[in-house]
């Protein structure tokens, strides 16, 4: 499967050298030039699935396909505008080619009719960085678009564009306007404006005054992306928890917490929400007040949490405790009850895992746990008791048996991966794992988690 996958890249790098055409190879017959090689024929092949294949492949190669560039250029030429968008990406990715060539090929093909060329050249723009800043405004434009797979392509380039497209956030914005629609690309104009930098932070900051609330919780989440760039943010996130919209409120305390200690000054306001009517905001409250003065008083906030009737507000609590580790030593018996709770035991071992050392009393039912009968409760159990304990011996055995089973094959790895040195007893297998796996995601998976382990091996292993 490896051999296949890599045929076409192979295909070009031995055929290139041939710099003779079939009828070259006549010495009596006179040469008027060098002939094209033959791996580059592809470029003029009829057929434009092919001359796309090959510009890909070009482009997989990077900088070492100079030798293709003259033949690239010629090509951008090429009648189909796939290609064209291919082979622009081609010669940005060898050579960095001046964006004064490669950006009027793709802003025509930006006004294409077919929305799929249209989709397919906000990406490659992307990959332009400052050079890309001429094209802002058609990108800008292209958020507007009637087919929802190029709006998307705009979002995410300008996202990926990061600083450069500093002053889109606006336009960005703009979307919560599209109410029909706007749900769909939510969480992808979230990601994107909150990639634009400290530039987009005073548009953001207006936006937490808008009167229309979508646009309001946009910015807020942008704003938590960022963390502590975001400081300048912090009197407009507190007036945001006074808000009428309870999620308006919630992500504007979690954003305050992201921001941590520069956000000092509003702890007041933070203590005034932990008596929101609203469990959520109670919960980002409590979890923003212990980032922001490294304090775990009001841990009692999301014990009491631990017992409301709503299993997503306890699983929410959960979590908080799970990010404030041993800090939250004071909740480990209220989470333990929660082991009986069917919806939520998962939730409960993973926090007390997180916990620590100050849930040791926990042990014996998590080693209990560890040798039951269903796997997701003995992976997590067995990850915990190695966290509490900070012994591995008990927990491998239950994890070598895990790795063998297909359900928990994934899980597994990535759990061996979170312990690092402490699962060497299982390196040799996991080593063995990687040189047969085929599956790209598992295969990943397990270089990463062969790294966290023992770099030196992964380094001999060719992992980077």
């Not at 003995?378 to 239950?398: C, E, N, P, T, Y």
């Not at 699962?423 to 988690?449: H, K």
Request: glycine residues 6%; contains cysteine.
């Amino acid at each position: 499967m490896i051999f296949f996958r890599f045929f076409p890249l192979l295909f070009l790098l031995l055929l290139v050298p041939l710099l003779r055409a079939q009828d070259g190879d006549d010495p009596k017959k006179k040469k008027t030039g060098p002939p094209m090689p033959e791996g580059l024929k592809a470029l003029q092949h009829p057929e434009p699935k092919v001359r796309y294949r090959a510009a890909q492949t070009l482009a997989e190669l990077g900088p070492l396909a100079k030798f293709a560039v003259p033949e690239l250029r010629e090509a951008l030429k090429d009648n189909h505008p796939m290609v064209r968008i291919k082979v622009a990406e081609a010669l940005w990715k060898i050579e960095k080619t001046q964006s004064a060539v490669l950006l009027p090929v793709l802003l025509e093909a930006l006004k294409h009719k077919d929305p799929g060329v249209r989709a397919a050249v906000p990406r490659v723009i992307a990959l332009l960085g400052s050079k890309a800043t001429p094209a802002l405004p058609a990108l800008t434009e292209a958020l507007q678009d009637t087919d929802f797979d190029v709006k998307l392509a705009a979002i995410t380039a300008l996202g990926d564009l990061g600083p450069v497209a500093k002053d889109r956030a606006g336009a960005l914005l703009d979307l919560t306007k599209e109410k029909d629609s706007f749900f769909l690309v939510e969480p992808f104009v979230g990601a994107a404006l909150s990639n634009l930098g400290d530039g987009a932070v005073p548009t953001l900051t207006r936006a937490l005054a808008d009167e229309a609330p979508a646009r309001a919780r946009l910015a807020a989440y942008a704003l938590g992306s960022m963390g502590q760039r975001a400081a300048p943010a912090v009197t407009q996130l507190a007036k945001a928890l006074q808000h009428d919209d309870p999620a308006l409120r919630t992500l504007a305390a979690r954003a305050l917490g992201k921001i941590g200690a520069d956000a000092k000054s509003t702890v007041p306001q933070l203590e005034q929400a932990l008596d929101d009517k609203v469990a959520a905001v109670r919960i980002e409250a409590a979890l923003a007040t212990w980032f922001i003065t490294n304090q775990a008083k009001n841990v009692v906030v999301l014990v009491k949490a631990l017992s409301d009737g709503s299993a997503s507000v306890r699983e929410n609590a959960c979590q908080a405790l799970a990010v404030m580790k041993s800090a939250a030593k004071d909740a480990v018996e209220p989470v333990a009850k929660l082991l009986d709770d069917k919806d939520l035991r998962i939730r409960a071992i993973m926090t007390l895992g997180a916990i620590g050392s100050p849930a040791e009393k926990m042990l014996p039912e998590l080693k209990r746990l560890m040798q039951g009968k269903d796997g997701d409760t003995q992976l997590w159990s067995a990850f915990a008791v190695w966290q509490i304990a900070g012994d591995a011996k008990d927990s491998m055995k239950v994890l070598e048996t895990l790795l063998g089973t297909e359900a928990h094959y994934t899980s597994t790895i990535r759990v061996l991966g979170e312990m690092g040195p402490a699962a060497q007893r299982v390196l040799p297998t996991l080593v063995a794992l990687y040189r047969e796996e085929d599956a790209p995601a598992d295969r990943q998976a397990l270089a990463d988690t062969i790294k966290k382990i023992d770099p030196k091996t992964a380094l001999r292993l060719g992992i980077k």
